[in-house]
């Protein structure tokens, strides 16, 4: 078994096998990415389509990069301009968009599941970009090849994802992953921001962050998604910095040599220092940046040559 997935909706349906067959083929597309002619052709021909319906600068740049570097026809829906400003539900969107023949449709939605529901009424190969509170396997498998990278395996290390978990698909997509991967995950931020039900997940849940930090290797900072919140879940932004902003400080609490994460977009000052995510000694936040582009090129040349497998076996059974 190499990578057998249809779609890529989340972590949680993928092998541990999967992830390492995926994360392997992105390690090449690293180094085909900062070559000066960075083509291959393993989607010419096809056609993807990007259709964000939440705000998006890393992951739809770097889906659209990666199409195009893999010699796709990439169409950006833009969602301000298009007729769901009418009322069109999703749906009937992707029903429309589905009738022009796209082979990938890379979906962000601010609906958890939404994009499940979706992949289920076409018939290409779908990605989730982000759906609500749910998953963003994209995210969480850049996190992944990043932490690889850094530290030489994706076993056995100790993660400590901190902040907003509660309204976190990134927290919920690498707590899966790293827990597949066996890797000890411990959780930190105020009550109110972790999501109920967390013990289920089997990490370790703390609310003080030098506690939490405690001899971790990876330290993952999550931004205040106030978009997501509807009511007052911290006292102030000073006093959530003081308490769980990352700073040097509290970063002495952690390994030696533990490297800082952010997915983006960052508040510098609200949940992380600007100079210390600016620290090209500890913090690995632009790697996580280029690995998108190759971990996206990845899944989707895998999806890709599954559908291909598909539709040539569906042809072959209509003969
Ligand atoms: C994240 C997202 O959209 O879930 N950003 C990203 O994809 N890089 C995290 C966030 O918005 O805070």
């Not at 998953?135 to 850049?142: G, K, R």
């Not at 899966?176 to 109920?196: H, Q, W």
């Not at 997940?201 to 003080?208: A, L, P, R, T």
């Not at 090129?297 to 072959?316: F, P, Q, S, T, V």
């Amino acid at each position: 078994m190499t990578f057998r997935a249809r779609h890529l909706l989340g972590i949680e349906p993928l092998h541990p096998l999967e992830i390492t067959t995926l994360l392997d083929l992105a390690d090449t597309y690293v180094d085909l990415n900062r070559r000066t002619i960075k083509h291959s052709d393993a989607l010419a021909g096809m056609t993807q389509i990007n259709m964000f319906f939440e705000n998006s600068t890393r992951t739809q740049a770097s889906f659209e990069l990666a199409g195009k570097r893999l010699g796709a026809d990439v169409m950006n829906m833009s969602v301000s301009q298009s007729s769901v400003k009418k009322g069109e539900t999703l749906i009937d969107t992707a029903m429309t968009l589905n009738a022009m023949h796209p082979d990938l449709l890379v979906v962000r939605h601010q609906n958890s599941g939404a994009v499940n529901q979706l992949a289920e009424k076409v018939n290409c190969a779908v990605l989730n970009a982000g759906d609500g509170k749910h998953e963003h396997p994209t995210q969480a498998l850049l996190d992944a090849l990043t932490i690889r990278r850094a530290k030489g395996r994706l076993h056995r290390l100790t993660v400590a994802i901190c902040g907003d978990i509660a309204h976190s698909r990134v927290a919920r997509s690498n707590l899966i992953l790293l827990g597949k991967m066996e890797n000890r995950v411990r959780l930190i931020g105020p009550p109110t921001l972790m999501p109920a039900g967390v013990a289920e997940f089997g990490c370790e849940v703390y609310d003080d962050m030098k506690a939490g930090l405690e001899g971790a290797d990876v330290v993952m900072m999550l931004r205040l998604q106030k978009e997501r919140m509807d009511g007052a879940f911290i006292p102030s932004e000073r006093e959530y910095y003081h308490r769980y902003g990352l700073d040097a400080e509290k970063l002495a609490f952690a390994k030696e040599d533990a490297i800082v994460m952010h997915p983006g977009p960052m508040n510098r000052g609200v949940e992380i220092d600007g100079t210390l995510a600016d620290d090209i000694n500890r913090s690995v936040i632009q790697e996580q940046v280029e690995m998108g582009v190759a971990v996206r090129m990845a899944a989707m040349d895998l999806l890709a040559r599954n559908l291909k497998a598909h539709r040539g076996a569906e042809a072959a059974g209509e003969h």
